[in-house]
């Protein structure tokens, strides 16, 4: 599975964006998706994960309320739809593919990542 994410860009504190990630082969819905980020010096982190199906999703304290994944299977593609963004969401936002929906980072397959800039 190779993945590539796009959709990142400089936006205003309070601003949206949304990222979308589309995977090659025809396994996509087969694999639960995630995203991740990693800010300048800091460790990367969970954001959000959704199930092959859709059916399930779960996300990572900070972004609760704010953020939201989706997916298009027909597409093969994983959206993260970003409101009330912050100055501390700002990162290289990663989409990886994984058998199982996890928040850890054993996912089997990653993206190249695209930056998100917030700006204060």
């Known amino acids: 599975v190779q993945l590539q994410a796009s959709g990142g860009g400089l936006v205003q504190a309070g601003g949206s964006l949304r990222l979308s990630c589309t995977a090659s082969?025809?396994?996509?819905?087969?694999?639960?998706m995630g995203w991740f980020r990693q800010a300048p010096g800091k460790e990367r982190e969970f954001v959000a994960a959704?199930?092959?199906?859709?059916?399930?999703?779960t996300y990572g304290d900070s972004v609760k309320g704010r953020f939201t994944i989706s997916r298009d299977n027909a597409k093969h593609t994983v959206f993260l739809q970003m409101d009330s963004l912050k100055p501390e969401d700002t990162a290289i936002y990663y989409c990886?593919?994984?058998?199982?929906?996890?928040?850890?980072?054993?996912?089997?397959?990653w993206g190249q990542g695209t930056l998100v800039t917030v700006s204060s």
């Open positions: 082969g025809r396994t996509f819905s087969s694999y639960a």
């Open positions: 959704i199930s092959a199906g859709g059916g399930s999703t």
């Open positions: 990886a593919a994984n058998r199982v929906l996890a928040m850890t980072q054993r996912y089997d397959y």
